[in-house]
């Protein structure tokens, strides 16, 4: 066969392949998708073989790829259901106050005819929320009160939670200043998640038409007795009509606590208002306290970035000591040329010194032509020195000599004595 032959040939069998499949499986030329194997001159029972397995597997596909398409259909519509819980989710706004129409539609909505006592609201199967009634000062809100607010909360399975918060004038003539105002207090108990709503102006001692006005199924306290002035516990009738449930004190934190700490360390308080800005007048402190204490922080200042050069030292230690010992080896390589014994100045202690032996030495007398010594020195040569004068003799002393000597002494005494008389009798 030419080669113009196989050519078409193949071109004949591509154009099969892409025919439909009930001719290419009349003529028994495919076996599988993406897999031809042209049978030429096979038998019939071969083609009719291999055709109904090719319908098998295509049957299966197409049933399969049905399928997978009704599963989705059916995934789709039904929404995947979990055995865990949904999450809940948080607060976005404060707590209304006991006169806003949300707190009003909730109260009206609550059935008050409906008592509830404290086995059925343990019980977990009352029809309505529980009202639970916690009240207090909370002047500078922290976690003690948080804490007492969520174990009201989460005291029955289903509760709303009310908290009423005392104004400034019953507050004041009760238990004395407060640093924050009624209005500061209010907000920041409206914005505890545990809270439901507020009530402000709460009284001291809680009455019948109190409880049902807001329809109060229950108040939550701690089980410390709270004394009025006259020797009574404010929740003494609550407790004996079961309406009252406890709750726990955090220790170690409270109100009084913290005016403590401020009014033990004042001086620290003063000090990083007045570095943040506030005057003097503002901290309500005098002209010579204000200078005090901004000395005290300029010596603070001070001190930390002392703190810092060291621990910067601390860090750059390794490369200072490298440096420190490469300039100590040069100072002592410059103090050695200097002061070694071949040094600089050793040079020029020594060239100074011989100019100063030869300004100090007398220069040598010159010898005269005719002296018998010039020919002799001339033959000897010019370095041999004159020889040293003579001693001088000691005087030996004897008896007889020191008698001379004292009548010679005497003697002249005497002639010089009348010499000096005669001179003064003349004058």
Not at 73 to 85: C, Q, R, V, Y
């Amino acid at each position: 066969m030419s080669k113009t032959e196989d050519m078409t040939e193949d071109r004949e069998k591509k154009i099969k392949i892409n025919s439909s499949s009930d001719e290419l499986m009349d003529k028994g030329q495919i076996e599988r998708k993406g897999d031809v194997k042209v049978s030429l001159g096979s038998s019939k029972k071969r083609r009719h073989q291999r055709t109904s397995a090719w319908k098998g597997e295509f049957v299966k596909k197409t049933m399969s790829r049905k399928r997978q398409r009704e599963e989705d259909l059916n995934s789709n519509e039904t929404p995947h259901t979990s055995a865990t819980p949904p999450l809940q989710m948080s607060i976005f706004k404060a707590a209304p106050f006991s006169d806003d129409l949300e707190a009003v539609a909730e109260r009206k909505r609550c059935d008050y005819s409906l008592r509830i006592s404290y086995k059925m609201a343990k019980s977990g199967k009352v029809t309505r929320p529980i009202r639970v009634y916690a009240d207090g000062i909370y002047d500078l809100f922290h976690q003690g009160h948080a804490r007492q607010l969520m174990q009201a909360k989460n005291v029955f399975p289903n509760v709303y939670l009310i908290v009423g918060v005392c104004n400034d004038s019953l507050t004041h003539s009760k238990k004395g200043r407060t640093v924050m105002t009624e209005l500061e207090r209010y907000e920041g108990v409206r914005h505890c998640r545990y809270v439901d709503e507020v009530v402000r102006d709460a009284p001291w001692e809680l009455d019948d038409d109190f409880l049902e006005k807001h329809k109060i199924d229950f108040v939550a306290h701690d089980e410390i007795p709270y004394m009025t002035e006259d020797g009574t516990d404010v929740y003494a009738r609550l407790k004996a009509k079961g309406m009252f449930v406890a709750t726990e004190r955090t220790e170690g934190v409270s109100t009084s606590d913290i005016v403590a700490r401020i009014v033990r360390d004042y001086d620290i308080y003063v000090r990083r208002n007045l570095a943040r800005g506030y005057s003097a007048k503002d901290l309500n402190v005098s002209f010579l306290n204000e200078k005090k204490f901004r000395l005290q922080n300029k010596m603070d200042e001070l001190k930390d970035k002392g703190k810092r050069v060291m621990e910067n030292i601390g860090e750059k230690k390794v490369d200072m000591i490298q440096k420190w010992e490469e300039k100590s080896r040069d100072f002592i390589d410059a103090f050695l040329l200097l002061f070694g014994r071949e040094g600089r100045l050793s040079h020029i202690w020594n060239e100074g010194k011989g100019r100063l032996m030869q300004a100090l030495s007398p220069p040598a007398s010159p010898h005269r032509d005719g002296s018998p010594t010039s020919s002799t020195s001339n033959h000897d040569g010019d370095d041999l020195a004159s020889p040293p004068p003579p001693k001088a003799g000691r005087f030996e002393f004897s008896p007889v000599s020191s008698k001379r000597n004292m009548q010679c002494t005497s003697s002249t005494a005497e002639e010089y004595s009348d010499d000096e008389d005669d001179e003064r009798q003349s004058k």
